[in-house]
């Protein structure tokens, strides 16, 4: 049957999203990769990455190249055009606020950081975090007309219907506060609001540890314990946006009450304060989870004790994940995450030695790369991946032109 002209524009055009779809989502591709991941032939992905190079919509990365082209001959890798477009993330950790404006290309174009009280003043970090994304975009000079919204991590179980928390003493002064309405409201921009886990889960297999992995589980570590999780690319939140809260997993009845009821939830014995707590039964100085780690380090028997009983009760609990989730990687981020092979060796073995062969066989337990700014780089993930029909429209109109 014959196709006619219109046909074959409609093909051709949608080819051409899917290319800007995948280095939207992935950052950067090699003409080798994008054949390979969206199935068209090479000779397709050449012609149609050289149409959106004429229409500077695709970019070579300068003096960035891919290991897979011929001897002697490496393949660049392509983008898009960072200045097509710009995303705003917000961070709202427990005691300040973090601020951040990217381009396309994920590059960090301004930052910022202001110290607050999140958790008790919600209407006054979101005034705050307003007054960030203000000065953070006089500094870049980008027109307003090239923003596509705001992403949102908060600290707590959220409710995607309403856009609120979930009740939680995690964040008391949140509590039936739609975030998004509330940020949209001040700085005039869509938002879009996630579980800060989910987003560091987000950014890791983005830009991190776990890089193109299309399963794979983030622990975040630090004052409590939550996990985010990754299907083909995005955040999965189950029915009611609670999926992930492992740190609320009951690992001793007869444990410590929790402040979520329970008794012996994994964060009353593993996250780091729980820790801390142990620690300095036996000594006068007060640490920090960091001081801890560095001590764990110089050989101190009582912190490493602690760092490698916590990674053995958190491997049990990740068992489980894997075995109901199947995950390709688990990456371990947050403050506890920076004692690196000292947590994770006891947590590989007790992953290994509880979880199914068959789930555990090549599973890879790797360190997060982004430390403290995860959550905040998987908040600009969260704009590009919710902006995606925006973007693709963006490029789809300026092929038209």
Known sequence: MATGSGSLSSLREFNRLRIVDFLRANGTASRAELSRRTGLSRSTVSTLVADLQRRALVVERAGQFAGEGQPGRPAALLELDPKAAAAVGVDFDHDKIRVAVSDLSRSVLAEATAAHDVDHDAQGAL????????????????????????????????????????????????????????????????????????????????????????????????????????????????????????????????????????????????????????VQESRDTQLTVREMIELARDGDAGCRRAIADAGQVIGRVVAGLVNLFSPEMVVIGGDLGEAGDLLLDPLREAVRRNALPAAAEDLKVVAGELGERANLLGALALVLMQSEHEVAARVAGSAAA
Do not use: M
Request: charged residues 25%; hydrophobic residues 40%.
């Open 127 to 278: 005034d705050l975090a307003a007054r960030l994304i203000a000065e953070t975009l006089e500094e870049t000079g980008l027109e307003r007309d090239r923003l596509l919204g705001v992403g949102v991590a908060l600290a707590g179980p959220i409710d995607h219907d309403k856009g609120a928390l979930h009740s939680s003493d995690v964040l008391p002064g949140w509590a039936k506060i739609d975030a998004a309405r509330e940020l949209e409201e001040r700085v005039d921009l869509p938002a879009y609001v996630d579980n800060d886990a989910n987003l560091g889960a987000l950014a890791e297999v983005t830009l991190g540890a776990g890089r193109n992995a299309r399963f794979a589980a983030y622990l975040s570590i630090s004052s409590g314990i939550g996990a985010g999780i990754v299907v083909d690319g995005r955040p999965y939140h189950g029915h009611r946006g609670t999926a992930g809260e492992i740190g609320h997993v009951v690992v001793d009845p007869q444990g410590p009450i929790c402040r979520c009821g329970n008794r012996g939830c994994l964060e009353t014995l593993a996250s780091g304060p729980a820790l801390l707590k142990l």
